[in-house]
């Protein structure tokens, strides 16, 4: 199978190191990630249903694919305080969410630039806020390695500007809402393997306790299901 032979080892088990999950960062290794995410949109659709025909046409009439982080990084300025205070409460209730999974984590950092945060709101200063939030931004991105694999999606240009700052739980209210509506253009187009992680049909429990964070756990069973779903789509083809 040279396909096979072309992403994985001899032993047909272990991607070669060019496509080694575990080692591609964003910003670094952009195309090779993006080939690896339409590789497994693709093996996915034929996969769950060999019926139903990739949309090849969608993928390439396209004009810009973007990967999308599934929790944000660089969150712009944003243009209200209302807008900064929604954001806040979604920072809050992902760190809660994180304090659950990681029950040694250290909250007195983060408490203490979300105090400098509300003191920002408080005086009505958006300059200042956004620049807190660029602060705090920059504390989760170091703090849950937001460049990996298993922290990105494919998403259409369109899509992606509606989306716009918002964290995992508004993000995903904005694009299963766009997607069940019908309200996808021809310009745009929510691939399914980027479905199924707002959906979160990735998890291994058959109860997902939460919606409002991309947990580790849910990482760690996304990036398995790229390697083995693109595994079992070579080994067919």
Known sequence: ???????????????????????????????????????????????????????????????????EHIIAQNVKDFETLQEVKLWREDICEMWQEIKTEKENTDSGEFEDMLNILDECLLKKNLNNANAQVGVISKFLEDFLGLHEIDNLCLLDGVTNTKVGNSLFKRKRDIILNLDEENKLGDDAYVPIGTHHVFQKKYSQSKIINQMVYWSGKDRQAYKDNIESTIKEFLTWA
């Open 1 to 67: 199978n040279i396909i096979l032979d072309n992403f994985f080892e001899k032993d047909q088990k272990t991607f070669k190191s060019k496509f080694n999950l575990d080692l591609l960062r964003y910003g670094s290794h952009n195309n090779t990630i993006r080939t690896i995410l339409i590789l497994h949109n693709i093996a996915l659709t034929h996969l769950e249903d060999p019926y139903n025909l990739f949309p090849f046409n969608r993928l390439k009439n396209i004009k810009t694919w973007t990967l």
